[in-house]
């Protein structure tokens, strides 16, 4: 028999539950400076991909070996490039067919940065759902950095923008 006294009341809304799977996607982030998590999401509220911050297949993760932007290669110690592919990239490869994505919704914990909004423009996002602002880390980790360039082509494009000013999961998930 089902006990009535005492009857949920409320549940999460779409935009909660989403932003709240990308946060917890985002714990899988090997960088140390940005836990990105991405969850795109068709029109009927069905999930089409997950992704999150992490290096390329085989390549090093930051959290063990250190940032190649502030710390250099872990045999060298040269400064280069961020070894990590951006959750949204990684998001769009996990779609598998690029065409999917087309009048999505991305739930995004941070707001893309300019490389990642072109592929959204590319793949034909229609709207982005977003926790907090990107920085992009300078080389040497000393600055952060805006990047204007990707909040411009997204209203260019016509692509909605949206802050979640709701509540987020946090590291309590992590064990």
């Known amino acids: 028999m089902v006990d009535l006294s005492h009857p949920k009341t409320k549940r999460l809304s779409w935009d909660a539950t989403f932003m709240n799977l990308a946060s917890i996607i985002s714990k899988r982030t090997s960088c140390k400076f940005h836990e990105a998590g991405v969850v795109f999401v068709d029109k009927n509220h069905r999930i089409i991909s997950l992704g999150y911050n992490g290096p390329t297949v085989g390549d090093y993760h930051c959290i063990e070996v250190g ?86 082509l997204a209203e260019k494009r016509g692509i909605k923008i949206r802050k979640y000013e709701g509540k987020l999961l946090g590291d309590e998930l992590l064990e």
């Open 67 to 152: 940032c190649a932007k502030v710390d250099g290669d872990p045999v060298t110690k040269k400064l280069g490039r961020c070894r990590g592919a951006h959750a949204e990239i990684n998001g769009i490869i996990n779609a598998q067919d690029s065409a999917r994505l087309k009048g999505s919704t991305a739930y995004t914990l941070l707001f893309p940065c300019y490389d990642c909004m072109k592929a959204f423009n590319n793949v034909g996002i229609g709207e982005i759902v977003y926790s907090k602002e990107y920085k992009r880390i300078q080389t040497g980790g000393e600055k952060q950095e805006d990047e204007n360039e990707s909040r411009e």
